[in-house]
């Protein structure tokens, strides 16, 4: 049984975040969502629109996620990837390389990111209309 983990915060969920998570899900039989927390992104410098309990709710309601993890840290990686028995942590290449030290724990892979959908784009987007 192979089980795939990501980590993000899944704001505004767009079709780029399903993808990733389609894709990811597919290298296995389980993927484990690790969404980031309302105080974890104020530390990655981001403020969500969506609320942390919401973006759990709705990342866990897609099909191809199995359980949802909170990011609370940088540090929690390779503590969750001992602690769930992960296979293969696996992230968009906007990430590529940031996480090969994790390489020790468990397989990393990185794949292309879905072109013209950021969360970014759909707030200014909305804030334009
Ligand atoms: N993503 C993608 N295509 C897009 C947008 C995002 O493939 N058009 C991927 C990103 O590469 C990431 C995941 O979707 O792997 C989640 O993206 P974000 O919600 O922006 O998460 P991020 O802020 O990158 O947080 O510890 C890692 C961080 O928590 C990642």
């Known amino acids: ?5 990501t980590y993000g ?3 505004l969920l767009h079709i780029g975040h399903l993808n990733l ?9 389980e993927l484990i969502v690790a969404v980031s927390t309302d105080e974890f992104n104020a530390e ?3 403020r969500c629109v969506v609320s942390f309990e919401d973006r759990v709710r709705l990342v866990s309601a897609l099909k191809c996620v199995t ?8 540090a929690q990686k390779p503590h969750d990837i001992k602690r769930l028995n992960a296979d293969i942590l696996g992230m968009g290449n906007d990430w590529h390389g940031k996480f090969d030290s994790m390489n020790l724990y468990c397989k990393v892979v990185y794949l292309p990111r879905t072109e013209g959908i ?3 784009f759909l707030r200014q987007e909305i804030s334009r209309r």
């Open 118 to 120: 950021s969360t970014t």
């Open 1 to 5: 049984m192979t089980r795939v983990l």
């Open 44 to 46: 990655k410098g981001k």
């Open 67 to 74: 359980d949802v993890i909170p990011e609370m840290n940088w």
């Open 9 to 11: 915060t899944f704001d």
């Open 21 to 29: 998570l389609e894709r990811l899900r597919a290298l296995g039989d």
